[in-house]
Protein backbone atom coordinates (compact mmCIF):
# COMPACT_ATOMS: atom_id res chain seq x y z
CA UNK A 1 0.00 0.00 0.00
CA UNK A 2 2.92 2.69 0.56
CA UNK A 3 4.02 2.33 -3.04
CA UNK A 4 0.18 2.94 -3.73
CA UNK A 5 -0.21 6.01 -1.92
CA UNK A 6 3.54 7.45 -2.80
CA UNK A 7 2.10 6.71 -6.27
CA UNK A 8 -1.02 8.56 -5.51
CA UNK A 9 1.25 11.56 -4.28
CA UNK A 10 3.34 12.21 -6.90
CA UNK A 11 0.01 12.06 -9.52
CA UNK A 12 -1.91 14.31 -7.32
CA UNK A 13 1.03 16.53 -6.46
CA UNK A 14 2.25 16.89 -10.57
CA UNK A 15 -1.67 17.55 -11.12
CA UNK A 16 -2.53 20.08 -8.69
CA UNK A 17 1.03 21.92 -9.58
CA UNK A 18 0.03 21.76 -13.69
CA UNK A 19 -3.33 23.31 -12.41
CA UNK A 20 -1.67 25.74 -10.35
CA UNK A 21 0.55 27.15 -13.23
CA UNK A 22 -2.48 27.50 -15.54
CA UNK A 23 -3.56 30.34 -14.02
CA UNK A 24 -1.38 33.14 -14.51
CA UNK A 25 -2.56 35.08 -11.93
CA UNK A 26 -3.46 32.22 -9.19
CA UNK A 27 -6.66 31.46 -8.89
CA UNK A 28 -9.34 33.14 -10.97
CA UNK A 29 -11.28 34.10 -8.35
CA UNK A 30 -9.18 36.43 -6.60
CA UNK A 31 -6.60 39.08 -7.71
CA UNK A 32 -2.86 38.81 -6.58
CA UNK A 33 -1.36 41.55 -4.73
CA UNK A 34 1.86 42.48 -6.35
CA UNK A 35 2.60 44.75 -3.91
CA UNK A 36 3.36 42.15 -1.13
CA UNK A 37 5.89 39.30 -2.46
CA UNK A 38 7.00 37.99 0.77
CA UNK A 39 3.00 36.36 1.18
CA UNK A 40 3.89 34.42 -1.99
CA UNK A 41 6.06 31.15 -2.26
CA UNK A 42 7.02 31.35 -5.83
CA UNK A 43 3.63 30.82 -7.86
CA UNK A 44 1.66 30.10 -4.75
CA UNK A 45 0.33 32.21 -1.66
CA UNK A 46 1.07 30.51 1.63
CA UNK A 47 -2.39 29.60 1.86
CA UNK A 48 -2.70 28.11 -1.22
CA UNK A 49 0.90 26.38 -1.04
CA UNK A 50 -0.78 24.81 2.78
CA UNK A 51 -3.78 23.84 0.90
CA UNK A 52 -1.30 22.47 -2.05
CA UNK A 53 0.16 20.37 0.56
CA UNK A 54 -3.33 18.93 1.82
CA UNK A 55 -4.44 18.19 -1.23
CA UNK A 56 -1.16 16.30 -2.44
CA UNK A 57 -0.64 14.34 0.80
CA UNK A 58 -3.67 14.16 2.94
CA UNK A 59 -6.32 13.54 0.30
CA UNK A 60 -4.65 10.40 -1.79
CA UNK A 61 -4.99 8.77 1.81
CA UNK A 62 -8.08 6.89 0.69
CA UNK A 63 -5.89 3.98 -0.75
CA UNK A 64 -5.55 2.84 2.57
CA UNK A 65 -9.37 2.66 3.74
CA UNK A 66 -9.69 -0.90 2.55
CA UNK A 67 -7.27 -1.84 5.08
CA UNK A 68 -8.73 0.61 8.00
CA UNK A 69 -12.41 -0.02 7.10
CA UNK A 70 -12.25 -4.23 7.35
CA UNK A 71 -15.47 -5.52 7.57
CA UNK A 72 -17.69 -3.11 5.67
CA UNK A 73 -19.36 -3.86 2.34
CA UNK A 74 -16.65 -2.54 -1.03
CA UNK A 75 -19.65 -0.39 -1.95
CA UNK A 76 -19.77 1.65 1.18
CA UNK A 77 -15.70 1.85 1.30
CA UNK A 78 -15.69 3.01 -2.42
CA UNK A 79 -18.26 5.88 -1.11
CA UNK A 80 -16.80 6.68 1.77
CA UNK A 81 -13.53 7.11 -0.35
CA UNK A 82 -14.81 9.15 -2.94
CA UNK A 83 -16.23 11.47 -0.36
CA UNK A 84 -13.27 11.68 1.42
CA UNK A 85 -11.51 12.41 -1.83
CA UNK A 86 -13.80 15.53 -2.80
CA UNK A 87 -14.22 17.12 0.64
CA UNK A 88 -10.19 16.74 0.88
CA UNK A 89 -8.89 17.86 -2.72
CA UNK A 90 -11.88 20.87 -2.72
CA UNK A 91 -13.89 21.94 0.29
CA UNK A 92 -10.98 21.39 3.24
CA UNK A 93 -7.80 22.96 1.20
CA UNK A 94 -10.32 26.09 -0.64
CA UNK A 95 -11.36 27.06 3.52
CA UNK A 96 -7.85 26.73 4.90
CA UNK A 97 -6.39 28.86 2.15
CA UNK A 98 -9.34 31.53 2.70
CA UNK A 99 -8.51 31.84 6.05
CA UNK A 100 -4.66 31.89 6.18
CA UNK A 101 -4.55 34.25 2.99
CA UNK A 102 -7.50 36.59 4.58
CA UNK A 103 -9.98 36.79 1.33
Do not use: C, H
Not at 40 to 45: E, I, N, R, W
Not at 47 to 60: H, K, M, N
Not at 66 to 90: E, Y
Request: proline fraction near 5%; charged fraction near 20%.
Amino acid sequence: MDKLYWGAVAIFAIGWYIEQRMYVDGYTRRKRDLYKPIDYLGLFSIGEFVGYLIRSLVAPAFVWFPDILLGLPDNLIQAIAAVWLVVMSIFVPTVIERAIDGF
